[in-house]
């Protein structure tokens, strides 16, 4: 099989009673799943799944952009996100993921370009606003942060992961104390996932903090196969106490 | 016709959203719904890049050295790298359909220009392969990069003058000693005629000494200075048959050697036309050291001051040594009619 998946899965026929229907939605929120434990290819595969049942679920084209992104393919991300965007023009989600890929491939001036460009749609969503703010976390905190807010207020039942997500991009621009108020929310929803134990580990880590152990254990046992997450953890238990001040 | 985005109701037979601009129909035959991936070996090109546009290094600079920096770390030069076999890149980033008409064309080329390799015909195919191979490896993406003519012009020709160079070398490396030449020599009994092309091979230590009879690649003498009675007018590399072994004394009789009182047949071992006319002088013949041969091959002499070449002479220009033996003949390759594998 191509993903990796359940090769015994019957083809055609009637389906006994109380077998899983492999519909787009389940394979949604496989995705979903797997790339809350951090493994992005078997998410995309997933997400890929979802367009192959039907190529006009839109959450599919935007899963896809999404873990492109997250595999580092930014350039990949962006041709991807033009692709989609010929099935959903002016889409201010993929323009925002586009500005992501942008910004990630540290070419600023587009970031900023479709970022503008994305939050002057309507039906504005979450990751609208955390692009913006990771745009501008580094020059102009103050309205990455606005930013931020405005993707929580404007999550609904995606808080979780959006203050998640909000957690991320604080960790990956060093603002570790804010990072670390999200993901603990965020755990508290997402208690069965290994990449918001993992983010709220390395950020207890960064500074010092001896829960950075816990978490990390949390995730480890979540997800046993993830090595970044045992070199972590290795990492971590192994430091002295110099390392640990200086939040190495 | 309800729009799967936004559920806007739209008229019948539109095919996107009148609200969202969504298409309302698409079969996943029509549409490809697996992204592009990047290969693992670009990663590190890409942070390269990614790190000179963070840090804004070349924003400084002029554009020439921004556009060179950009070419030297892009994956066009990997890929140019990798098009030494033509198509490489391309396969490996699954765009081989691209060029696939062309690294046909390519091997066609190649196929003709190593059946016809050392004649004219060769040479203008060997050309072609050359500028084939050469396009393929700059359409993978250097043509896009570089926008000026005369850039591109210089750039075809510095991909020519490498692909050149690895068409030289290629050969050398497979074939250890790969090289080719001409005889001076007809020998009937075995087909050749003066003039015939031989492909030569570096002869392995284990195959020396060499038999009675097989033909080398020997560097020309160079005795044009030391020897002013005898004036060679060969300048390259040219093929000649060993006659006779280290230990051994070769003498001519009228057409024929004589190798330790033992005439050779004149059909196999022919005698150049230039020892015809002037043999060796000594009762004995001409006496072979250790690791060196007795080498024939014909040239042109130009005597001065003497009535006839001297022995001294005629040694000097037939005693090749081991270290002059640039290579064992192995295939007939010209003329055509007469191409065939060597007997070892």
């Known amino acids: ?248 | 016709m309800r729009c799967a985005r936004c559920e806007f109701e739209n008229i019948p037979g539109q095919t996107r959203c009148i609200r969202c601009g969504s298409i309302l129909e698409a079969g996943s035959a029509v549409i490809d719904i697996y992204p592009p991936r990047m290969p693992a070996w670009r990663k590190p090109i890409r942070a390269v890049r990614r790190w000179a546009r963070t840090q804004r290094v070349l924003s400084r600079m002029p554009a020439t050295v921004q556009r060179g920096f950009d070419l030297v770390v892009s994956d066009s030069l990997v890929g140019l790298m990798l098009s030494i076999i033509p198509g490489l890149p391309h396969l490996i980033r699954r765009r081989f359909r691209e060029v696939r008409l062309l690294v046909l064309l390519w091997f066609i080329l190649l196929c003709a220009s190593l059946f016809f390799y050392h004649s004219p015909t060769g040479a203008v195919l060997i050309g072609l392969t050359l500028a084939v191979h050469a396009w393929i490896a700059v359409r993978y993406g250097l043509v896009e990069e570089i926008r000026g003519f005369g850039e591109r012009v210089a750039l075809v020709l510095i991909v020519v003058i490498f692909l050149a160079l690895v068409y030289w070398a290629v050969p050398r490396v497979l074939i250890r000693g790969f090289g080719g030449g001409y005889t001076s020599l007809a020998i009937p009994a075995r087909n050749i005629s003066r003039g015939d092309y031989f492909l030569v091979r570096h002869v392995p230590r284990a195959e020396e000494p060499l038999p009675r009879g097989t033909l080398v690649l020997i560097e020309p003498p160079r005795i044009r200075n030391a020897q002013r009675d005898l004036r060679l007018n060969q300048r390259q590399r040219m093929i000649g048959q060993i006659i006779g072994l280290a230990g051994e004394t070769v003498r001519v009789e009228g057409t024929a050697y004589v190798i330790g009182g033992q005439r050779l047949e004149p059909s196999q071992f022919p005698v150049p036309h230039w020892l015809q006319q002037s043999p060796p002088r000594a009762v004995t013949g001409i006496a072979v050291p250790d690791h060196s041969y007795f080498v024939s091959t014909d040239y042109a002499v130009a005597v001065h001051g003497h009535a006839a070449v001297t022995d001294q002479a005629i040694s000097n220009a037939c005693i090749a040594r081991t270290s002059d033996i640039r290579g064992r003949a192995f295939l007939h390759w010209w003329p055509l009619s007469r191409r065939r594998f060597m007997e070892q």
């Open chain 1, 1 to 248: 099989m191509e993903f990796g998946g359940d090769d015994t899965e019957p083809k055609g026929g009637a389906k006994s009673p109380g077998e899983t229907v492999r519909d787009a939605e389940y394979y949604y929120r496989e995705a979903t799943k797997y790339w809350l434990a951090a493994d992005f290819e078997l998410a995309l595969r997933n997400y890929s799944r979802i367009l192959e049942q039907n190529s006009t679920i839109f959450e599919g084209w935007a899963g896809q952009v999404l873990m492109l992104i997250e595999l580092g393919e930014y350039r990949e991300a962006g041709v991807w996100a033009d692709k989609a965007m010929e099935l959903f023009p002016e889409n201010p989600e993929l323009l925002a993921l586009k500005a992501l890929a942008c910004f990630r491939d540290a070419k600023l001036e587009q970031a900023v370009a479709y970022s503008d460009n994305s939050v002057g749609k309507e039906n504005l969503t979450p990751r609208v606003w955390l692009t913006r703010a990771e745009i501008f976390l580094d020059r102009k905190g103050p309205i990455a942060e606005g930013c931020i807010n405005k993707a929580i207020r404007c999550a609904s039942k995606l808080g979780p992961i959006v203050k998640l997500e909000a957690g991320r991009l604080l960790r990956r621009k060093r603002n570790y104390v804010f990072a670390i108020r999200y993901l603990k929310e965020a755990v508290q929803d997402l208690s069965r996932s290994p990449l918001a134990w993992y983010e709220l580990g390395c950020c207890q880590a960064s500074l010092g903090l001896s829960e950075a152990t816990s978490s990390l254990e949390q995730c480890v046992n979540l997800r046993p196969d993830w090595t970044e997450a045992k070199d972590m953890l290795h990492k971590v238990g192994n430091r002295g106490f110099f390392r640990r001040l200086m939040g190495k």
